[in-house]
């Protein structure tokens, strides 16, 4: 994803008071490409947070045009399954249930459950149930907790 276009949408989420979590690019064959936003808050967020947001988001897209060809535009809290896109958030959830999601098998297996410990150097530690995972955070193409209830 373009730096440029990351930078656009976390100035405008944080312009709008919102923490910007992280964003998500993905091709959709017929209907062009899907742009998803998520945000949160101290005291979360509700419908009418997404929808100011994506009004104000739409209108800065629009001017800017960062984004070649169709597009759909969906902003959203980051649920209970939160996505972790950024060093900082690995830190901030060490300790929670995660699943990961490699760019590489690594052992014949890309996907990975376990407690995140957080980051050393750069590298993401996860307590699976017999042994630890190390990786590089560059290698994790996927990131998101598990809901524990």
């Given amino acids: 994803m373009q730096a440029d276009l990351e930078s656009l949408v976390r100035d405008t989420v944080e312009s709008k008071g919102y923490e910007f979590v992280g964003v998500e690019m993905l091709s959709r064959a017929k209907a062009g490409v899907l742009l998803r936003v998520y945000i949160d808050s101290e005291n979360g967020v509700n419908v009418d947070d997404c929808a100011s947001v994506s009004r104000q988001l739409s209108a800065v897209l629009d001017v800017e045009d960062p984004i070649s060809g169709r597009y759909s535009l969906e ?50 530690v996860v307590d699976l149930e017999v042994e630890q995972l190390v990786v590089p955070l560059a290698d994790v193409i996927s990131a998101r907790l598990i809901p524990e209830f």
């Fill in 75 to 124: 902003v959203s809290s980051p649920g209970l399954d939160r996505p972790l896109f950024e060093k900082a958030h690995f830190e901030r959830f060490a300790g929670h249930r995660i699943k990961l999601v490699l760019s590489a098998p690594l052992e014949g297996q890309r996907n990975f459950k376990g407690v995140l410990r957080g980051v050393e150097n750069d590298e993401v």
